[in-house]
């Protein structure tokens, strides 16, 4: 949904990025490591189990929104077979209107820096996590800004947090985790258009194309369903949007109206609250229960364990290999075992089944250790906050 960042990239520094689910690619396809350097990360949010990607056919005669008409489409993507096969089809499909769809694409642009940057990040796709990988990555999200951004935030819309909390089960603080990764609370959602994003990627990037073409898809329909212009939303070069950085398709299937006045709105607070929540709801988190835990042991057998969120072992696996909970676990379920690169050293963790949803977002440990230790900090510093004004009350 993705994954899927919205920090503004360039050419210097998008390496670092976490950018979506591209080289993720879904839960059948997880990442070989985490080269916080040379790793670009596209909106994973993934699908459930058991659920398409695809959007269900409606052919009730909605209204589109915008001004488009041509009787054939022109522009940067005039003379691409497989776009008109495409219109074609969500003519068939979903009822739109052909003329519609062929002015609208007519105004779609090729989005070339896009593509030279990705055929650059899937030559360095492969490898273990470096020395000082998680130093690293850690550094550019475990800062001040990102910090107060989170209290003042948690401050302002207190209220939507709790309700999220008590219907979802999900803490304040892992919310606030996910969208201080994702666009520091809304400082920057990507500058991107929708629209160009995903027909760049769905007809130029060969490697992901169908699954681009599919979130093109939903994209359409979710524009309509919500009354937008599909050609005004901007977000991440991938095609994630608004706050919490949900792909079209995580949109359709997770996004929630929170705030009651009858649309789903990814840029709303609200309504992004209460969306990240229902996604970690909608995958497993479970209320009360540990995220990750400090490990003691040998280690003796470690190097016969893969590390990494797509691996699970049952405790009794990693005490044979020297490495078990520092405290006390009545972890009657699987275990990721995590390793996180120092500068100096390196550590293992255990994650739990809640790491595991938080890495349903984005498959990397990073990304949900990040997602996790600013949580933290944030409830640290709001409690710190809260109790001081308290005192001074």
């Not at 769905?202 to 919500?226: A, K, T």
């Amino acid at each position: 949904m993705y994954t899927f960042n919205t920090r503004k990239v360039s050419p210097q520094n998008a390496g670092s990025a976490l950018l979506i689910a591209l080289l993720a690619g879904c839960a059948s396809q997880p990442p070989a490591g985490d080269k916080a350097n040379n790793r670009v990360r596209t909106p994973t949010q993934q699908t459930a189990p058991n659920q398409s990607r695809h959007a269900t056919p409606d052919l009730r005669p909605f209204a589109s929104v915008g001004s488009y008409h041509a009787t054939a489409v022109s522009g940067d993507y005039a003379g691409y077979p497989a776009l008109n096969q495409f219109i074609e089809q969500m003519v068939q499909k979903h009822g739109f209107n052909r003329e519609y769809l062929q002015g609208l694409f007519s105004q779609a642009k090729r989005k070339q820096w896009t593509l030279d940057y990705l055929a650059k990040s899937d030559q360095g796709m492969k490898g273990k996590p470096s020395k000082g990988g998680w130093t690293r990555y850690r550094a550019q999200f475990l800062d001040d800004r990102h910090i107060n951004a989170g209290i003042s935030f948690w401050q302002q819309h207190h209220a939507t947090l709790q309700r999220a909390h008590q219907q979802y089960g999900v803490p304040a603080e892992y919310i606030l985790g996910i969208m201080a990764v994702e666009t520091t609370f809304g400082s920057f959602v990507g500058n991107h258009r929708i629209i160009d994003a995903l027909t760049t990627l769905g007809f130029d990037y060969q490697r992901r194309g169908e699954y681009f073409r599919s979130e093109l898809e939903n994209f359409l329909v979710m524009s309509r369903s919500e009354g937008l212009d599909p050609g005004k939303p901007v977000g991440s070069f991938a095609g994630a949007m608004g706050l919490g950085q949900f792909m079209p398709s995580s949109f359709l299937q997770w996004a929630v109206d929170f705030n009651g006045d009858g649309r789903r709105d990814l840029w709303n607070p609200e309504d992004v609250i209460g969306s990240v929540a229902n996604y970690f709801a909608q995958h497993g988190w479970q209320a009360g229960k540990p995220i990750v835990s400090a490990t003691r042991g040998s280690f003796s057998g470690i190097d016969s364990l893969e590390p990494g969120a797509d691996h699970a072992y049952p405790l009794d696996t990693l005490v044979k290999a020297g490495v078990e909970p520092a405290d006390s676990c009545a972890c009657d379920y699987p275990l990721r075992l995590l390793l996180l690169r120092h500068q100096s050293k390196d550590e293992y963790l255990l994650g739990h089944p809640n790491f595991y949803a938080i890495t349903r977002y984005n498959q990397s440990t990073h990304y949900a250790m990040a997602v996790h230790e600013l949580a933290l900090a944030i409830k640290r510093g709001y409690q710190r906050v809260a109790g001081s004004r308290d005192i001074a009350g």
